[in-house]
């Protein structure tokens, strides 16, 4: 081997992190710019890359000439945009004049695996869509199929439901309240709300096996019956919440503070929601008491007593106010549904849909071959197609479901309610301060699974 092949041989390129991006690397790591400028028009290639904003302002009189405006870009990975989410936003000086939320970095196409899925695979899938709620997620896809099989649960697993979904709407607001301090600078928020959020979290995974995407809730019941010492469990968490609860308001209702950076900040008023589908906390906030357990009951969520909280002003504040409330509002719920729990059955006696109890399965060749065909070929649904909306912690969670009469969804369509609540954030943050919009987004409570399915 001559001296000038092995020094060809000892040759390798190397680019380090920090420094200049040699040529022979440009063409390799710049797929994605040639993709976007193969496919997309000129005006459509600016929007895409951030130079200009797209959507209208409000107020187009008041704007300053275009060599005074700036455009900046927040996200899509940014601590407080809860998620990968992007912002094209549009200052003049320190004001915002437009500006405009940026989706699908997170796609996980969920609503078409879903379709590959048997209708007992389903909640599995749609639990992790937002899984800050994946009770909800597993109840509105069961209660679709269910409707279309026209099947009737067991009160036990229907009190059992809304047993579960309930102190998952407290410890969704948990996280919403933590997060929304940490991000205005209440750090101990912060801190109390993950320490309350994980007593919750505690009984579920001694329920479920699981501490989030739980998969318990599914078609014709729940899983698995409640655990024999659940009536303490509940209790503990009756006992600590409240009293933390109350410690929150102190340190929050009225502090000066918290109170400057969120009054009039991130106002949207209810003509506003109602034109771009907001719903949940943030509609109720602006002063509808619309609630889907109040207008479409489910799972015999109508059987409790409980209220619905509405602000007024339809800011930060009044959003962080109407959550707080509907912690107290759920925790009685719960209390009620342990109350009154009644005894039977946890899951649908229809053996075309459920399995055979454990202990037929240890008795009978056939109840062993049905268990297997269940798990295995999954069970048929009737022809035809349903829809079931549900209230989520963050709003009107629905699923479409169309079944051609086999083991399988032909279509499934989720209708979730951060989808439709990021539409409301440029008229949120339209001339306000850009030192409001990290409150603005938190008070949101967006979860991007919920929005890039």
């Known amino acids: 081997m001559t001296d000038q092949k092995r020094r060809d041989k000892r040759h390798v390129d190397v680019w380090l992190t920090g420094t200049e991006e040699p040529d022979w690397l440009v063409d390799s790591t710049d797929e994605g710019a040639q993709k976007m400028a193969a496919h997309e028009t000129a005006a459509r290639l600016l929007d895409q890359e951030g130079l200009v904003v797209g959507d209208d302002r409000v107020l187009d009189e008041d704007v300053a000439p275009e060599d005074e405006l ?179 308001e102190d ?24 034109a771009y589908s907001v719903t949940g906390p943030t509609l109720r906030a602006a002063g509808s008491d619309w609630d889907l357990r109040k207008a479409f009951p489910y799972s015999g969520i109508e059987n409790y007593h409980f209220e619905v909280p509405v602000g007024e002003r339809g800011d930060v504040y009044d959003r962080y106010r109407v959550r707080v409330e509907e912690i107290w509002q759920s925790l009685s719920i719960v209390k009620q549904a342990a109350e009154s729990m009644p005894e039977g059955d946890y899951k649908t006696d229809d053996r075309k849909v459920a399995p055979p109890p454990r202990a037929r399965i240890d008795e009978s060749m056939e109840a062993l071959i049905h268990h297997f065909k269940i798990y295995t070929e999954g069970f048929q649904v009737p022809e035809g197609e349903a829809y079931v909306a549900i209230e989520s912690p963050r709003g009107e969670l629905g699923a479409y479901l169309v079944s051609d009469g086999g083991s399988r969804p032909l279509r499934m369509h989720m209708r979730t309610p951060s989808f439709a609540n990021l539409q409301g954030l440029p008229v949120m943050m339209a001339d306000s301060l850009i030192a409001d919009t990290v409150a603005t987004i938190a008070s949101l409570d967006p979860v991007l699974g919920d929005v890039d399915r």
């Open 251 to 274: 340190l929050l209702k009225a502090n000066p503070i918290w109170m400057g950076r969120t009054i009039g900040v991130g106002v949207i008023t209810l003509e506003e929601c109602l």
């Open 70 to 248: 700036m455009i900046i870009n927040m996200g899509p990975q940014h601590p407080s945009t809860h998620g990968v989410l992007r912002l094209n936003i549009e200052l003049e000086g320190e004001i915002i004049r437009r500006s405009k939320p940026i989706i699908g970095y997170l796609h996980t196409g969920m609503e078409k695996t879903g379709e590959e899925l048997t209708w007992l695979q389903g909640p599995t899938n749609v639990t992790r869509m937002d899984y800050l709620a994946p009770f909800h997620n597993e109840l509105v896809f069961s209660l679709a199929v269910e409707k279309l099989l026209g099947i009737d649960i067991p009160p036990r697993a229907l009190a059992i439901r809304v047993l579960m979904t309930e102190l998952n709407r407290v410890s969704s607001h948990l996280v919403a309240l933590a997060t929304n301090g940490m991000d205005i600078g209440a750090l101990s928020m912060m801190l109390y709300g993950f320490r309350d959020r994980e007593r919750i979290l505690a009984f579920f995974e001694k329920t479920t096996g699981l501490r989030m995407n739980h998969n318990y809730i599914r078609p014709g019941g729940v899983a698995a019956d409640l655990p024999p010492d659940w009536q303490e469990d509940i209790e503990f968490i009756l006992d600590k919440v409240p009293p933390r609860m109350l410690e929150y």
